[in-house]
C-alpha cells in the first residue's frame, strides 16, 4: 500500500551521534539546543522571531492568549481542520464562531469571516489546510480594517509561500506543528511565530510557568500565567538534524504535487483546487474533489493507494454542539473531497502509477 502519510527521520548513522551527545551531555532540559533550533526555524521562515514549544497546539494556546481571548469571548474558525486547532480555542473558554470555506481550496472564507465579526470577536484563527495557504492578502486586509489579531494556523504547511515569502512573517501570530506525520517532525513540538519583540518576550513567560529563566528562582515574581509548554534539547536536536534535509524534503512534496496539478487537470467526474493568487502550496496533502467519493477512496484502496478525507469536519463533535451553524459551501465540499499520497516518499513510478489508477476510472 501506497501511504499517504508517512513520517521523515535522517539517517540514523547521523541522527543517533547527535542524540547521544545531547542525551549524554548532562543537560537534557531546554538549553542551548532549543535556542538554536528555534534561530535555525527564523532563518529558515524568515521570521523575526520563533518561540519553539512542546506541540502546536500549546503553540496556538499561546498565541490565543497573548491576542487576548477570554472567557465568554468570540473566535471565528473552520471546522475543516485537524480537532485541536477548535479544541484549544475551547480551553481559552472563548465561544467558537464557525465561518464557511471557499469552495476553490477547502480553506476558510474571507467573505464569510466578515459576515461574521461582533462586538466579541476578539480573533480570527485561519488554516492553511493541506499545505494550501489561505487567502492571506484578504486577511490582512480584515486584520487592518477591524484591528482583530489574525491568528494563522499553518500546522500543515511548512515551507509554503506567499508573495515569494515563506509562511511565518505574514501575520503577528504564525502557528507551525512538528508532531509526527508533519514535513518537518521532532518527534512532538511546534513553534509560535510572532513579529512583535514585546510579544515574543511575554510568550517565554507563558512558555514555562510564568517564570523568567534568564533569572534565579529567588530573583522571580510571577506576575503571568504560565505553563509547561516547552522544548527540551532532545526535540529541539532532532529538529536541527531535520533541518539540514528540509529543503530536500520539501522539494519532494512540492515536485509531487505539481506533477498533480498538471497530470490530473480535465480527468472527467475530478477536480483540482485553484490556488489563490501569489501562492504556493507546501503540499503536505494533496487533495481533489471528486464525484462519488466513496466508490474513489474504495477503489484506489483496492489498488494498493492509500486514500482518504482524513479528517473529520469539527463542528460535528459534541464538543462544539454550541457553535452549530449553517454552512453549506462546507455540506457541498464534504461529498467530494478527498486525498492522495504526494509527500517525500513518493517517487517517480509511484506518482505515475497513482494518476494511471485514477484515469482508469473509479
Request: hydrophobic share 40%; charged share 25%; proline share 4%.
Amino acid at each position: 500500500m501506497i501511504p499517504l502519510i508517512k513520517t521523515f527521520l535522517p539517517p540514523k548513522e547521523v541522527l543517533m551521534p547527535e542524540l547521544e551527545k545531547v542525551l549524554y551531555s548532562g543537560y537534557i532540559a531546554q538549553g542551548d539546543a532549543v535556542d538554536r533550533f528555534e534561530s535555525k526555524v527564523a532563518d529558515f521562515l524568515g521570521s523575526p522571531h520563533c518561540l519553539s514549544v512542546n506541540s502546536g497546539s500549546s503553540a496556538l494556546h499561546i498565541a490565543l492568549l497573548l491576542a487576548g481571548v477570554e472567557k465568554g469571548d468570540e473566535v471565528i474558525s473552520t471546522p475543516l481542520t485537524a480537532e485541536p486547532t477548535n479544541t484549544v480555542i475551547k480551553q481559552t473558554g472563548a465561544n467558537i464562531v464557525w465561518a464557511d470555506i471557499d469552495l476553490d481550496t477547502g480553506n476558510i472564507c474571507p467573505k464569510d469571516v466578515e459576515k461574521k465579526i461582533t462586538g466579541k470577536t476578539k480573533a480570527i484563527v485561519i488554516v492553511d489546510y493541506a499545505g494550501v495557504p489561505t487567502n492571506i492578502k484578504k486577511f490582512q486586509e480584515i486584520e487592518n480594517k477591524y484591528n482583530i489579531p489574525i491568528i494563522e494556523d499553518a500546522a500543515h504547511a511548512f515551507g509554503a509561500s506567499f508573495n515569494g515569502e515563506k509562511l511565518g512573517s505574514h501575520f503577528n501570530f504564525t502557528v507551525f506543528s512538528f508532531q509526527a506525520i508533519k514535513h518537518l517532525t521532532t518527534v512532538d513540538g511546534g513553534v509560535l511565530c510572532l513579529k512583535s519583540n514585546e510579544l515574543f518576550e511575554k510568550a517565554k513567560l507563558i512558555r514555562w510557568f510564568g517564570i523568567d529563566k534568564s533569572l534565579t528562582r529567588k530573583e522571580n515574581n510571577i506576575e503571568v500565567q504560565g505553563y509547561k509548554y516547552h522544548m527540551n534539547n532532545v526535540n529541539a536536536t532532532i529538529g536541527l538534524v531535520q533541518l539540514r534535509y528540509m529543503k530536500e524534503v520539501i522539494s519532494k512534496y512540492i515536485e509531487n504535487g505539481k506533477y498533480y496539478d498538471q497530470w490530473l487537470a480535465d480527468i472527467p467526474r475530478l477536480e483540482l483546487l485553484d490556488y489563490y493568487e501569489k501562492t504556493e502550496p507546501s503540499y503536505w496533502l494533496y487533495t481533489v474533489k471528486v464525484e462519488d467519493k466513496p466508490s474513489f477512496i474504495r477503489v484506489l484502496n483496492e489498488k494498493g493507494i492509500a486514500v482518504s478525507d482524513l479528517h473529520k469536519r469539527n463542528d460535528m463533535h459534541a464538543i462544539f454542539r454550541d457553535s452549530k451553524s449553517h454552512l453549506p459551501n462546507l455540506d457541498e465540499y464534504e461529498k467530494s473531497w478527498v486525498h492522495i499520497p504526494c509527500g517525500w516518499w513518493i517517487e517517480k513510478e509511484h506518482r505515475e502509477y497513482i494518476v494511471n489508477t485514477i484515469k482508469q476510472g473509479w
